[in-house]
């Protein structure tokens, strides 16, 4: 009897140790695949950062739709959606979007034309810009998210690219008054504490002095300056390259 009892502890004693083990083991392999996804999460958040930012990796999708109206179309979209002023294109990229203005710059950042929660809101132009002001003195800003893939604002880190820049030097943008060409100036990244979405000055020499200083940032030497009596249109999108990274273009209207 004594000999049945001590095999019985043995026997349990022993299956102890087995659950003791292979819980032991669980963990361990938990532990160890929960870090390998961490890692790997992590490694793929790189890479789509990587790709979105690198002057050389990002593909340029190229439009062939070109010589539209885009007064009339911002006319058309205008009368359903009062909110949407004008329209922006860079010939020979995707970059073709109307652009909405509210009362503030929140409206559009994460919601859409029907107000719908987005990621990536709509173009828009700052609220303290008055569209009737092109031909004027004054200065525009619009907004769009860089999507880290080639869609909304993401396409213009291909700037970085002297190739690209040589041949992407216009933007349209246009009212519903009448069609605009302007010609890039500057591009450079900068960060959220510059405050390069200036809109108001005391004076038209401030005004042309403010935007030539901007020139003098450009990565590129343009060979255009800045009058008293120019326009100038600022596009603002993220750059993931530095911490509140932003990459900054200016052109001035043309015609």
Not at 38 to 49: L, P, R, T, Y
Not at 59 to 72: C, K, P
Not at 135 to 160: C, M, Q, R, W
Not at 212 to 236: A, H, P
Request: overall charge negative.
């Amino acid at each position: 009897m004594q000999n049945e009892d001590s095999k019985r502890k043995y026997f349990v004693l022993g299956l102890i140790i087995l659950v003791v083990t292979i819980s032991i083991v669980g963990v361990i392999i938990s532990l160890t695949s929960g870090n390998k996804d961490k890692d790997e999460s992590k490694n793929d958040s790189d890479v789509i950062i990587e790709d979105a930012v690198g002057d050389l990796s990002l593909a340029v999708l190229n439009s062939t739709d070109e010589g539209r109206d885009l007064s009339s179309e911002i006319k058309a979209l205008n009368a359903t959606y009062q909110d949407a002023v004008a329209w922006l294109k860079i010939p020979g990229t995707v970059i073709d979007y109307p652009i909405f203005y509210s009362s503030d710059n929140d409206r559009y950042l994460r919601h859409d034309r029907d107000n719908n929660a987005t990621d990536w809101g709509e173009p828009f132009l700052d609220y303290r810009c008055n569209i009737q002001n092109i031909g004027k003195t004054s200065a525009f800003i619009i907004y769009g998210h860089n999507s880290e893939t080639n869609d909304n604002f993401t396409p213009l880190v291909n700037y970085k690219r002297p190739d690209f820049f040589n041949t992407h030097k216009q933007i349209e943008f246009s009212d519903v008054n009448g069609n605009h060409t302007w010609e890039i100036f500057s591009i450079y990244v900068t960060d959220s504490n510059d405050f390069y979405i200036k809109t108001e000055f005391n004076s038209d020499t401030e005004f042309a002095n403010f935007f030539n200083d901007r020139k003098n940032m450009s990565i590129y030497n343009t060979g255009l300056s800045i009058s008293e009596s120019d326009t100038v249109l600022t596009l603002s999108t993220c750059d993931y390259t530095k911490t509140d990274g932003r990459l900054v273009i200016h052109a001035k209207l043309i015609k």
